[in-house]
């Protein structure tokens, strides 16, 4: 039997449909919009999906084609009542704003103004309807001929929403893809002030009271609060990672997945296939990623494959403008802990400038790159307790920092390996210039100074994966040690770390501190668990500090 080919790339329900391509069932996706909310929104991370389902949408509702060949053997088709009253039966507007990231507001706006443009252009048969007036035909003209000023595009889409309902005496389906795309790249751009008033302008519009419209569905990554693009919508349905409204819809769910391995034969690679790309939680339901899942399957190789396709530019600044805090939590999901944080679902990108921790906790869930294990309590307090979601992410994490750590343009790597070779005066002199350049960019506060240092050298670490099994806080002899390498090859040397804050209670001066932490190392015989792998040789390093004074004690 010829296995069908799988859809890698494609975003167009027909072409799939047609060409016998492997599809998974998102059908009934239509049922929930039919009985949904008036106004749909639905977010979920990239390369889940969302377009193709958008594109079937499409295909279902618009009036000016018959489909009824892509849907018979699906399973909507089962829903005599729905294909007779709604298949094919309403004039729908369809756009998608995924290409829209333009570098500044002007050329922004121009790439607006020209896709708006070839919109209205699709619906060219308008300007010869006995049921517009002379002026609606006018505004035609001035926006197929990409002429008007912005005002009129900004009512450009509840304006054609008029114009189809007047033509054809029926309420159009309006849907819109990635319609928050162009809104982070302002925000990236350094324009979101200004574009927000245009897009917000355009999209509330066109949602809010508009009486010639049937239905709308946006998808997008995030729900773009402080633009009140949303505010006033009556009847409005909003599905995101953490409510169970389409959670099924958007992704592989684990019994889609036994399905596609079953069919390609590869059943045995299914533990892989979980620890790679599995973990994420779509309103309680086990969900996989799509794009990594069918380029695995075509390819059979462990790669990095959703990470490694764009759109992490946001992520990657957020990481690396991060406050103290928001670095060492880095540095705990990095070691595989979770994190606990509250969620706004009503993103405001603005908070983003001023490193509001929810805000960015919120954007890494809603992006992908965190899902949510469960949580505590209800409604906008409740605790949502946060990991990355699978090796694929973490992977991105761990080479994320690692850039961000070389920026400095000191080979952290090596910091490490001039103990390992024994170079113990030249580690203690480069370690102390490496807190003197990146204090203020870590920004450490009296707090919690003693996870600043361990993230610093838990950074320098991640190179040295394998060559050596590095353990963070873990129980060792009596007591926990804050950071220990442990050597593949038993003829290198095991090392302990220990982090000691300089106290004037119990030390004279940082010397003293250092000494306390070699002591504390010896006394509660964190050696146990290195010398158990048979390992002889161990070295122990005590770094105390006192803000930017560091003193290093190396045995």
Do not use: C
């Amino acid at each position: 039997m010829k296995l069908k080919r799988l859809p890698i790339g494609d975003s167009d329900f027909k072409t799939v449909i047609e060409d016998n391509a492997y599809y998974i069932d998102k059908s009934m996706l239509i049922k929930e919009v039919i009985i949904g909310g008036r106004v749909i929104l639905i977010t979920r991370p990239r390369r889940f999906g969302k377009t193709l389902n958008m594109s079937m949408l499409k295909y279902f509702f618009k009036n000016d084609q018959d489909n009824k060949h892509l849907f018979e053997n699906l399973k909507i088709y089962e829903e005599k009542e729905i294909i007779e009253k709604h298949l094919n039966k309403y004039p729908v507007i369809y756009i998608t704003f995924k290409d829209l990231k333009e570098k500044n507001y002007t050329e922004m706006i121009s790439t607006l103004r020209k896709k708006i443009s070839d919109l209205y252009r699709e619906y060219v048969y308008l300007i010869e309807s006995e049921k517009l007036n002379e002026w609606e035909k006018e505004d035609l003209k001035l926006i197929f001929g990409r002429k008007g000023n912005n005002t009129l595009y900004e009512n450009s889409l509840l304006d054609l929403s008029r114009y189809l309902y007047k033509h054809h005496g029926k309420k159009a389906i309006l849907l819109i893809d990635e319609y928050d795309t162009p809104i982070q790249q302002s925000y990236l751009k350094g324009y979101y002030d200004e574009f927000i008033v245009f897009i917000g302008n355009m999209l509330g519009n066109a949602l809010k009271d508009n009486e010639y419209l049937e239905k709308a569905v946006l998808t997008g990554i995030t729900r773009v609060a402080k633009e009140s693009i949303f505010t006033g919508v009556n009847n409005l349905d909003i599905s995101t990672v953490v409510n169970e409204l389409y959670n099924d819809k958007f992704g592989v769910t684990k019994e889609e997945l036994d399905e596609i391995l079953k069919y390609y034969g590869i059943e045995y690679e299914k533990e892989k296939i979980m620890e790679w790309y599995n973990g994420f939680n779509f309103g309680g339901k086990e969900v996989y990623n799509p794009y990594s899942i069918i380029n695995f399957v075509r390819s059979k190789e462990i790669k990095n494959y959703w990470i490694n396709s764009s759109g992490n530019t946001l992520i990657k600044d957020l990481i690396r403008k991060g406050t103290e805090k928001i670095k060492i939590k880095i540095g705990e999901l990095i070691e595989g802990k979770t994190i606990e944080s509250t969620i706004n679902e009503n993103l405001v990108y603005g908070d983003l400038n001023e490193n509001l921790e929810e805000s960015i906790w919120t954007l890494f869930l809603f992006t992908g790159y965190l899902t949510w294990k469960d949580k505590k309590g209800e409604g906008n307090s409740a605790l949502y307790r946060l990991k990355i979601p699978n090796k694929e992410a973490h992977d991105f994490y761990k080479m994320t920092v690692l850039n961000i750590l070389k920026e400095s343009s000191i080979e952290y790597n090596k910091i490490i390996r001039l103990l390992i070779n024994g170079e113990k005066i030249e580690f203690t002199k480069e370690f102390k210039e490496i807190v003197e350049n990146t204090l203020s960019y870590f920004d450490v506060t009296e707090k919690e100074p003693e996870r600043f240092y361990h993230g610093l050298i838990l950074g320098m670490s991640v190179g040295l994966e394998k060559d050596y099994i590095i353990k963070s806080n873990r129980e060792a002899g009596y007591g926990r040690a804050d950071l220990i390498l442990i050597p593949k090859n038993k003829t290198k040397p095991g090392i302990i770390f220990e982090f000691k804050k300089y106290s004037r209670d119990f030390d004279k001066n940082l010397k003293d501190s250092a000494e306390r932490g070699i002591k504390q190392i010896e006394e509660k015989g964190y050696e146990k668990e290195i010398k158990s792998y048979g390992i002889e040789k161990i070295i122990k390093v005590a770094i105390a500090f006192d803000k930017k004074d560091v003193e290093i004690i190396v045995k």
